[in-house]
């Protein structure tokens, strides 16, 4: 490992990577480090590669693993529904397919008639600890909020929520780039756990389709392109239930605890969106700037390319540093500190740009805005549990960013006196 690749993964840079960042976007913006990948880092350079899948693919099934699996691996996937690319991993045209019959499911509208179901799961989670004055609220909140909102959407059974946890949870680990081999069995495990569970819930709805995300998926028809009029098949099926089910989970969990602490720690900033709720919309994008739950994705260059000055050969993987692009000064005067009235917070890339960007980008806005509106109205007070452990990034992890837990302490707000 090189002294870059070192950093990189190192606990005490992933608790706060961002002035190593700075130094990469200022003396190397582009570069390649001894593990192989390149580094982009500007935020220009990385909204150029994203927007360009002429020259740059997703297929990055290939980055995250260290030489060819294992064969108890591909026994566990053998028992499993294999891996296709619909997604995250696929480019045009099959992407494009996959991706207008997604889009469908997550139009603004749809969303919007979602919001009501949202604030009652966010007040029904309050409930049960509004009386205590304190919480975890990583647990205790953030998770339960986009875990539940998906289940309804999809149309899975609410009981069977802890197992979904585990799944979403096993499913994304991989990701961190940093899996022992027994830890990456245990994952295959639980993926194929979760194919089955859930390709038994597409055959339910075969015959017998309800008002929900999977009838609409089993039943779904592509509109073009060469599979025209064709249905997807189980392992198609499968693989965008699952992007359905993990991508959004942890990543608007960590949204959430992330957006909650800068508002602790900047009490001048919380007392106006306390007082002002139309400008939690602009703190929901400030925390996604500055805390980017998705710090990094590959690419895949398709040909020899140049990104920032800087020639790459084809076959190279080059890592899109989202989080680092986020606090890029040419973009972001300013670029480290937190300010929830930034008028250019929504230009932020965590969510991704080009074809891939986050077709649950307005979901989990959404039930952002709807977190804090109902955290931000029902107590006030907010702070840190002296008592209990302090907030701390641990999760080792190159691509995923956020805080295992949160504990804080808050006074009710008496509904019956309080302006909402
Ligand atoms: C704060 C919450 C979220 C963040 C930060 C986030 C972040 C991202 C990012 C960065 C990408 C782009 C990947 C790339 O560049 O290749 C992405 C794609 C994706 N996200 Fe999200 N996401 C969030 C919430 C959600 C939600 C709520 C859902 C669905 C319910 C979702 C489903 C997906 C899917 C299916 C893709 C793949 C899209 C494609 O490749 O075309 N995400 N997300």
Not at 53 to 58: H, L
Not at 341 to 361: D, S, V, W
Request: charged share 25%; aromatic share 6%; with cysteine.
């Amino acid at each position: 490992m090189s002294v870059t690749d070192e950093i990189l993964v190192s606990p005490d840079v992933l608790a706060c990577p961002y002035d190593f960042y700075r130094r990469i976007r200022e003396e190397a913006p582009v570069h390649q480090t001894p593990m192989g990948f390149w580094v982009v880092s500007r935020y220009d350079d990385v909204l150029s590669v994203v927007r360009d899948t002429e020259r740059f693919s997703s297929d990055m099934r290939n980055s995250f693993v260290s030489g060819p699996p294992s064969e108890e691996l591909r026994a566990i996937e053998a028992e499993g529904y294999g891996r296709v690319s619909t997604l995250l991993t696929a480019d045009p045209p099959v992407h494009t397919q996959f991706r207008a019959l997604v889009n469908k499911a997550f139009l603004p509208k749809r969303v919007a008639q979602l919001e009501e179901e949202i604030r009652t799961i966010a007040n029904d989670l309050v409930d049960a600890w509004i009386g205590r004055g304190r919480v975890e609220l990583v647990t205790e909140f953030a998770v339960g909020l986009p875990l539940t909102v998906i289940a309804d959407a999809l149309g899975v059974d609410r009981a069977d929520m802890p197992r979904f946890k585990k799944w979403s949870d096993d499913s994304v680990a991989p990701l961190s780039g940093l899996l022992t081999p027994e830890q990456q069995l245990e994952c295959a495990r639980s993926r194929v756990e979760m194919q089955h569970y859930m390709a038994e819930r597409c055959r339910e709805r075969e015959d017998d389709p309800r008002d929900d995300l999977l009838s609409d998926l089993v039943h779904a028809r592509f509109d073009s392109g060469d599979r025209a009029g064709e249905r997807l098949d189980m392992p198609e099926l499968l693989s965008v239930i699952e992007q359905l089910l993990v991508a959004g989970n942890e990543t608007t969990t960590k949204m959430i605890a992330a957006g909650m602490l800068l508002l602790i720690e900047h009490p001048e900033q919380m007392a106006a969106v306390a007082a002002d709720h139309s400008l939690i919309p602009g703190l929901v994008e400030e925390a996604l700037r500055l805390e980017s739950p998705v710090q990094m994705l590959p690419r895949v260059a398709k040909v020899d390319v140049e990104v920032g000055g800087v020639a790459i050969p084809a076959g190279s993987i080059l890592m899109m540093m989202y989080g680092c692009a986020n606090r890029d000064e040419a973009k972001y005067p300013t670029a480290d500190r937190f300010d929830a009235a930034r008028a250019n917070a929504r230009t932020n890339l965590a969510f991704g740009q080009g074809p891939h960007f986050c077709p649950g980008a307005a979901l989990a806005r959404s039930e952002g805005r709807i977190a804090f509106e109902t955290l931000l109205g029902r107590a006030t007070d907010w702070a840190i549990d002296t008592t209990a452990e302090q907030p701390t990034h641990r999760e080792l992890s190159m691509t995923l960013r956020g805080l295992s837990g949160l504990h804080l302490t808050f006074r009710e707000l008496d509904p019956a006196k309080e302006p909402s």
